[in-house]
């Protein structure tokens, strides 16, 4: 008997919800490229550039969009809050040909000197949540795809006067159980943010053979410098700050006009200018 074998696969699921009702997605149906957006300002900034339409299909509980960018469709959804939502959504739109994933998010700031508004790709993830870590056998880090890393530092290149970083997100389950020890212990592995999805794409996007990349834009801080007359063992004070509203707006829009010629371009065009020159 094969143990690893898995007893219900995204296709079943989809055609089990199919016979209580509703169109779900299936083979052949949708386009081989999908834009996450996890935050309803991203999915509606994608959608008005994109000119997305609503289609007749679903995946799960997700509502699907098909946006054309350059000529080119693509899967628009935002998949709900959380690691377990991507994943399912990203499983099923994988099992019916999708190969291509691209996530667009917020993140809250784990370093003093980053500010509300940057901007990172997210070359690695550390997942704390359980979703990625199923998908890793255990594992808690993944990492993006190269290819579609690398386009979405290019296509970020191509906004001007925006400045980005690549680096390292903390992925949880429960924001309200972001602890200072939690904290500090994912800033020494590197982690320059955190935020709720982007390590169970990636998992899945291993797991499946996928290709996926995100970024981030930075929201909320989680940690400022010190006074110093304040006690901080690390220099730091781990207190939140809310971004003021209305101030991330152009970096949202800024963001998707990066990420939609990712979506629908040729990667492997992006990775052959991106290799080094033979001699």
Not at 126 to 148: F, Q
Request: hydrophobic letters at 45%.
């Amino acid at each position: 008997m094969d143990d690893a074998r898995e007893i219900l696969t995204p296709l079943m699921g989809l055609r089990r919800r199919a016979e209580h009702g509703g169109a779900q997605v299936a083979p052949g149906t949708v386009p081989t490229r999908a834009l996450f957006t996890w935050g309803e300002p991203l999915f509606e900034a994608a959608r008005i550039l994109s000119h997305a339409k609503p289609v007749d299909l679903k995946a799960g509980v997700a509502k699907l969009y098909r946006g054309t960018w350059g000529g080119e469709s693509f899967v628009l959804v935002n998949p709900g809050v959380g690691a377990p939502a991507t994943a399912l959504v990203a499983d099923k739109l994988g099992a019916c040909g999708v190969d291509t994933f691209v996530g667009v998010g917020f993140a809250g700031i784990l370093h003093p000197l980053l500010q509300s508004g940057d901007i990172i790709v997210v070359e690695r993830a550390l997942g704390e949540d359980g979703t990625s870590r199923s998908y890793l056998d255990g594992a808690d880090e993944v990492e993006a795809a190269p290819v579609v890393k690398e386009a979405l530092e290019l296509s970020l290149g191509q906004e001007p006067g925006l400045a980005f970083q690549c680096g390292t997100t903390w992925t949880t389950d429960t924001p309200y159980r972001e602890t200072v020890g939690k904290a500090k212990g994912y800033r020494a592995r590197g982690a320059h943010c955190v935020e709720m999805e982007t390590a169970a794409l990636y998992a899945v996007a291993r797991r499946r053979g996928f290709r996926a990349g995100a970024m981030v834009v930075l929201s909320d801080s989680l940690c400022r410098i010190a006074p110093l007359d304040a006690p901080a063992d690390d220099g730091l004070e781990w207190a939140w700050t809310p971004a003021p509203p209305g101030s991330l707006d152009g970096k949202v829009a800024a963001l998707m006009r990066a990420a939609l010629p990712v979506v629908v371009g040729p990667l492997q065009a992006v990775a052959a200018a991106s290799a080094p020159h033979a001699h």
